[in-house]
Nanobody, 121 residues
Framework: QVQLVESGGGLVQAGGSLRLSCAAS????????MGWYRQAPGKQREKVAR???????YYADSVKDRFTIFRDNAKGTLDLQMNSLKPDDTAVYYC???????????????WGRGTQVTVNI
């Protein structure tokens, strides 16, 4: 079991910056990947950035060169530095952690409750 708590959301003007943080507790050493997802009103949840234990860091095309993800495995923390924010970045941002439960099957996803990011023109 893993619990995820996000913080750092808020209201910002276009062009501004925010830093989101996620703190994991519980079986943090079982986590094999962590990431940030977001969901805007009326839209599906989308993957923003993801850091696996092994492999490349993923960024959605829409956030490349603006967002940077940081993961501290020992502390179980995951940050997302968001620069040059745009109104299209407005969404609820969710922290995600993946833990493999059954060999050969997709890992189980744990989710935080989300933090609202609003970018005004």
């Amino acid at each position: 079991q893993v619990q995820l708590v996000e913080s750092g959301g808020g209201l910002v003007q276009a062009g501004g910056s925010l830093r989101l943080s996620c703190a994991a507790s519980g079986s943090i050493f079982s986590i094999t990947a962590m990431g940030w997802y977001r969901q805007a009103p009326g839209k599906q949840r989308e993957k923003v950035a993801r850091v696996p234990d092994d492999g490349d860091i993923y960024y959605a095309d829409s956030v490349k060169d603006r967002f940077t993800i940081f993961r501290d495995n020992a502390k179980g923390t995951l940050d997302l530095q968001m620069n040059s924010l745009k109104p299209d970045d407005t969404a609820v941002y969710y922290c995600n952690a993946e833990i493999p439960l059954t060999p050969g099957r997709a890992p189980y996803d744990y989710w935080g409750r989300g933090t609202q990011v609003t970018v005004n023109i």
